[in-house]
């Protein structure tokens, strides 16, 4: 008897917790079902769902008409660019305020996730005036270095937590044994960092590839990435939501499958390890 | 126990880190200093001078001014009260014993790696529009006028679209605190009699409270300079119904060309924005353990 209520109640629990799982993800999937409607059929009244005309003409469209390769390639080099320049950095940074701590390295934590709250604008005459004036402004080079500027205090911070992770008795058990300060970090430390290091990489990435601000304000034509080209993708007026859709679905699928895959450690990287 | 040459090679190693993050906050911020007292208009590039703080004066005697700040603190707030609120509830949920639990966080986290831009798009031309938009075509169906989200009411609308977007982050922080929670001290209390209300005031929410601080930190840091979803759908309109303090910051900047106004605005969002910082700092220092 217990056992069949405990069934019904799972049922249940299971039923009403999809429900909001569907209603969270729906603006997504809609999103992939208009990009794969032909655009009568994606502005009919009422809406279409089984009955609709489904093509791919949409993305070969998007791919052919629009620079869409170039902003794409775009957001690649300057999400990867900035986390990789990021990382190395913040790696060494990292790495001595964990296994070699002061009496001051909480305030200079504290004091780096700080910068991040200044907001933006605030400093956005400056930035535009000198990216205008050093012919950073709309490259992807000046892109690189504000974005990994941004990001650099959360890569610090979430470095720093997966590092002082790794204890400090493997160290010395590893000097013990007449280990070289080299072989200490090829052979002892690498490999115990790598998995902290990569999460963190992909964390910046996303963050990186989503950025819509420097990116929107710092560009123009030449180094605009996925952001500014949907920005501007702007009252398409109901001809072209096939189109927009199609776009859409290209700009943030390869985030999204990079973010399926790093969901756990997004929890404990963004939370600086507070909630693991 | 770290020698002397070891604590040189430390600060050598933090050096790099600590210079950039200073030269990028110190720069940019001593020349909005510089230009908030300067008469500085792209549009009349021949006059220049000291102003003093008139360009201050303008801002803070805008009516634009009160009604950004207003629209700032009701979009930050708004967001934050829907997202922990609404996190709480849904984080509960899932972690009630269900089938497919994995591929469900997948699909609610998944709002999170929209970019802004594309969200406030899909938000605006897939659900919003008054003619195409799929709640038009709700409304519709219930023989009601469709409703104009962004034209009436633009601020609830962002505030919705970003709400949608912070939700995620929000349920999967919280639901991973959840998970730490040990079942027995639950299981005793349901078996002492306490309600399930009781259980989730006395032990549930207390041990919720450091990930909901920490939820509250960095949305916080994000939300202030939440800029791509009002680019994206109303510009800050109508009027300056949806503009907050970066937004209109950035139309004196970028559109009014008012390179000194924008400055002096700059330097209060700064000023403001370091109280919210000391306040917070303050609150969630003693949560993350340094």
Known sequence: ?276 | MSTQSTRAAARLMVAPSVILLFIWMIVPLAMTIYFSFRFYRLLSPDRTGWVGFNNYLWFLNSPDFWTAIINTLLLVGGVLIITVVLGVLIAILIDQPIWGQGPLRILVISPFFVMPPVAASIWENLFMHPQNGLLAAVSLGFGWEPILYLEAYPLASIIFITSWEWLPFATLILLTALQSMSSEQLEAAEMDGASAFSRFRYLVLPHLSRAITVVILIQTIFLLGIFGEIFTTTQGGPGNASTTLPYMIYKQALIAKDIGRAAAGGIIAVILANIVAVFLMRAIGKHLDA
């Open chain 1, 1 to 276: 008897m217990a056992r069949t209520v405990t069934t019904r109640r799972k049922i249940a629990y299971t039923a009403a917790a999809w429900a909001v799982g569907l209603i969270i993800f729906f603006p997504v999937l809609w999103t992939i079902l208009t990009s794969l409607k032909t655009e009568a059929s994606a502005v009919a009244s009422p809406p279409e769902f089984l009955g609709a005309d489904w093509t791919l003409q949409n993305y070969a469209d998007v791919w052919a008409r629009s620079d869409y390769p170039r902003f794409f390639w775009n957001s690649v080099v300057i999400s990867v660019g900035s986390t990789l320049l990021g990382l190395a950095i913040a790696i060494p940074a990292a790495w001595s305020m964990a296994f070699a701590p002061g009496k001051r390295t909480k305030d200079l934590l504290m004091w780096m996730l700080s910068t991040k709250m200044m907001p933006a604008v605030g400093v956005l005459i400056p930035m535009y005036l000198l990216f205008q004036r050093t012919g950073l402004f709309d490259t992807r080079t000046g892109l690189i270095l504000a974005l990994m500027l941004m990001n650099l205090p959360i890569i610090v911070w979430m470095l720093y937590t997966y590092f002082k992770e790794i204890p400090g008795e493997i160290l010395e058990a590893a000097r013990m044994d007449g280990a070289s300060l080299k072989n200490e970090i090829l052979y002892v430390l690498t490999p115990m960092a790598i998995p902290g290091i990569a999460s963190t990489m992909l964390l910046n990435i996303i963050l990186a590839w989503n950025e819509a601000f420097w990116t929107i304000t710092l560009t123009t034509v030449n180094a605009a990435p996925l952001s500014a080209f949907i920005a501007s993708f702007s009252a398409p007026q109901g001809l072209f939501y096939a189109k927009l859709s199609a776009a859409s679905t290209m700009a943030i699928a390869p985030i999204l499958i990079v973010g399926w895959f790093s969901q756990k450690q997004l929890v404990r990287g963004l939370t600086f390890g507070a909630v693991k």
